[in-house]
């Protein structure tokens, strides 16, 4: 079975600031990652994904994140945000290959401040 | 190119009575997932159809049940009502293929929600 740690359920920060979302799974099998971002009374939007090859993945919105296999992570980040990524964020994992369900950590709320 | 549609948007019931919510997938999508997001929680996977079968199914009980219809669109049902099904209830869309041979499908794309308030 698959399992998804969010480690910070909040994350402040300023306008214009990094940032880093952190995200650790467990599997026994390979898998497919995911970051989903949750705007208020929305559903989910994908960020960005990682399938396979290369480990650090471009997504939407200046977000990027990296696979890192041998510590099980796979972190968010983007090197300066705005006041309209204050959203919820959402890690989710699959197992590779087939057809299977995603697992959901359970969320990041990031806040912007002006 | 529409995305994931999804109705009602919000939808008021009592205990013990059954609702049913929809979800059409995004064009050229023929895979449904049906998520539910308690208040404050990541999403939790209720099941998956695929031509018109249950494929795999989560930890819930059997008055939740759903259908895939010919054009892949879905519904969700729910009997007998608790709080406790108060929720964001989210449906997803993929495109099932294979590669080297073997089944798989890829991106999951979500629609915006029905909020479901049990009272």
């Known amino acids: 079975a698959q399992s998804v740690t969010q480690l910070d359920s909040q994350v402040p920060v300023f306008e214009e600031a990094p940032v880093e979302l952190r995200c650790n799974y467990s599997s026994s099998v390979s898998v497919y990652l995911f970051w989903y971002v949750q705007y208020p009374n929305q559903g989910l939007q994908l960020l960005l994904k990682y399938l396979s090859g290369s480990t650090l993945v471009k997504g939407i919105n200046g977000f990027e994140a990296e696979f890192n296999k041998s510590q099980t992570s796979f972190h968010l980040r983007k090197p300066s945000v705005h006041i309209s990524d204050t959203a919820e964020y959402f890690c989710?994992?699959?197992?590779?290959?087939?057809?299977?369900?995603?697992?959901f950590g359970a969320g990041t709320r990031l806040a912007v401040h002006p | 190119d529409a995305g994931v549609t999804q109705s009602p948007t919000h939808l008021i019931k009592t205990r013990g009575q059954q609702v049913t919510l929809r979800c059409s997938p995004k064009?050229?999508?023929?895979?449904v997932s049906w998520y539910q997001q308690a208040l404050g929680q990541g999403p939790q996977f209720i099941f998956q159809?695929?031509?018109?079968?249950?494929?795999q199914r989560g930890n819930f009980p059997d008055r939740f049940s759903g259908h895939q219809f010919p054009n892949y669109s879905s519904e969700l049902n729910v009997n007998a009502l608790l709080l406790g099904d108060s929720a964001l209830y989210l449906c997803?869309?993929?495109?099932?293929?294979?590669?080297?041979?073997?089944?798989?499908?890829?991106?999951?794309?979500f629609g915006p929600g029905t909020r479901l308030l049990v009272l």
């Open positions: 064009s050229g999508h023929d895979t």
């Open positions: 989710a994992v699959r197992r590779a290959g087939g057809y299977n369900k995603l697992i």
């Open positions: 997803a869309s993929s495109l099932a293929g294979t590669s080297g041979g073997a089944a798989t499908q890829e991106t999951q794309y």
């Open positions: 159809y695929y031509e018109e079968e249950e494929r």
